[in-house]
């Protein structure tokens, strides 16, 4: 124990002498290329031989290239000071290389507005393959060849036409809008527990909401009356529907179908079980239960009838839709206010339906108090 020790002793007493006729920076070199080698160590602990990435082999090579030979061979490492030296002249073999080679090999890039045109036509046009989309440039005057088109389209991971020529249900419902309504029954409860069946229409285009009536029974002769009074105020109004959407439900007698396709509307059923495919009424009949039927105490027909015509008129006339801008069915968005002068002095003011159950705000009249 006692020679151990002074053994120790010696050894490090020479080591400090060795130490003394380094300079500063050498010795700060030093430390930090034994300081990086633990890391590496301690990075790939467990494992038999330590693996220096490219990145290791840089900053090494960096730092210790400078050094000496007599100097660098007396610094611990993991390696020989020649493969130190090697990995500096191939860093230096590839910066060389690096900088003498083109910036820009082969043909230019595509500009990007190009780009985005070639995009925008494929996602407009999902029939198109990439010879079409070539045509259209050269119609527009834009010369690109038509492998410049297909490995754009293939970048921005596009499958061929036939692969996405196929129309959705959501596509059919967006470019049918305009010519589309939906219709479909729903259930509010009264007081004494009587259940009565609502029937609504909705224009998708618009998203203007009818309330064609509501009856403790539905029957045939019912529905295809409220058929009949639907086809007389939309040939009145001039609306050019041509399909409505529905479900399967049993309360739709095949005279409603008959009185809408002589009125030269055709009726869609919806799939079984798949309300998304009348999604747009399902989502009206959700915001009518929220905003009104779970607020209101709902005495007897009448007064339903007479909470859903007011709820017609709100919906219609004020209430916004963020699905199409926050705009309302019947009436435009106002022109925005610029004036500083009332902006600063804004009179709001409310207006109650029902009792205080729907809210409408509009302007005091500018100027009078």
Not at 257 to 281: C, E, T
Request: glycine share 6%; with cysteine; hydrophobic share 45%.
């Amino acid at each position: 124990m006692l020679l151990r020790l002074a053994y120790l002793g010696v050894s490090n007493a020479l080591a400090l002498l060795r130490l003394l006729p380094v300079r500063d920076r050498d010795k700060d070199i030093e430390i930090l290329a034994l300081r990086h080698q633990v890391t590496v160590l301690e990075r790939q602990l467990g494992k038999h031989r330590p693996r220096f990435d490219a990145a290791d082999r840089a900053f090494l090579a960096a730092l210790l290239h400078r050094l000496p030979m007599d100097v660098l061979r007396r610094v611990r490492l993991l390696v020989r000071p020649e493969t130190v030296l090697r990995w500096h002249r191939d860093l230096v073999a590839r910066r060389h290389a690096a900088q003498s080679r083109p910036k820009r090999p082969g043909r230019p890039r595509t500009v990007h507005s190009i780009r985005a045109l070639v995009l925008r036509l494929a996602r407009e046009n999902p029939n198109w393959g990439y010879r079409r989309v070539h045509g259209e440039l050269l119609v527009l005057g834009i010369r690109v060849a038509a492998s410049t088109v297909w490995e754009i389209l293939k970048e921005a991971g596009i499958d061929p036409a036939p692969e996405r020529g196929s129309s959705t249900w959501a596509d059919f419902l967006r470019s049918q809008a305009d010519a589309l309504l939906a219709c479909d029954f729903f259930e509010a409860v009264t007081l004494t527990g009587a259940r009565l069946h609502v029937l609504a229409v909705v224009e998708h285009a618009s998203r203007r909401v009818r309330i064609l009536g509501a009856t403790a029974h539905p029957t045939a002769a019912w529905v295809a009356q409220a058929a009949k009074n639907l086809a007389m105020d939309l040939e009145d109004e001039g609306c050019q529907a041509r399909f409505l959407i529905r479900d399967r439900d049993g309360k739709f007698p095949d005279l409603f179908d008959g009185i809408l396709k002589d009125a030269g509307i055709q009726v869609v059923l919806s799939g079984v079980r798949m309300p998304r495919m009348n999604a747009v009424m399902e989502r009206w009949v959700q915001t009518c239960r929220r905003e009104l039927l779970d607020c209101t105490l709902i005495w007897n027909q009448r007064h339903l009838l007479h909470v859903l015509c007011e709820f017609e008129r709100f919906y219609n006339s004020h209430r916004p839709h963020q699905g199409m801008g926050n705009v309302r069915p019947l009436c435009p968005l106002p022109e925005p206010i610029i004036d500083p002068a009332r902006l600063a002095h804004l009179e709001v003011r409310r207006r109650d339906r029902l009792g205080g159950v729907l809210h409408e705000y509009q302007h005091a009249a500018w100027g009078v108090s």
